[in-house]
């Protein structure tokens, strides 16, 4: 009993696929309101220490590309919250990698937190869904895949008991 659940455990999480989910700026919106979203992000969070000068993703310089790295990097500290990458309509998800050469953006929450900051914060109504910051601390895990991987370990765990 304890191997067949083993093989099951083996199986649940080979058979996974993962879609990886990024958070990107919305291109074709003014510089402006580019740059108040890239400063909330940095503000509340994410780590921009990347996107500084002589950062590894400082490069393309201009503010699209600083702000696509720091939405990604608030919506994966936040575990790709729903509602983490809207910041007020001047984000939305992509599923293709917006990586440039030199510079990986992250996939998932496990990027070590820093506090860099660019610019400050924007205050009131740049939150990721327009009313503030989002106060989900999950720790980057979904309900439904956290739910099924520990009905998983729990029978894993009761078939080695027995």
Known sequence: MAVLAFLVLILAMTAH???????VCKSGLSEGML???LDYACGAGADC????????CYNP??????CNYAVNS???KKGQAQGACDFAGSASLAT???STTGCSYPSSASTTPSTGVLGGGMGGGMGPTGQGINTDESGGFRLAKTS????LVTLFISGVQI
């Open 35 to 37: 740059q108040k979203t």
């Open 17 to 23: 696929t993962s879609s990886a989910n990024w958070c």
């Open 61 to 66: 310089n201009t503010v699209l590309a600083h």
């Open 148 to 151: 099924v991987f520990s009905s």
């Open 96 to 98: 293709s990698d917006p």
């Open 49 to 56: 220490n990347p996107i500084h000068t002589n950062g590894v």
């Open 74 to 76: 608030y919506f994966q």
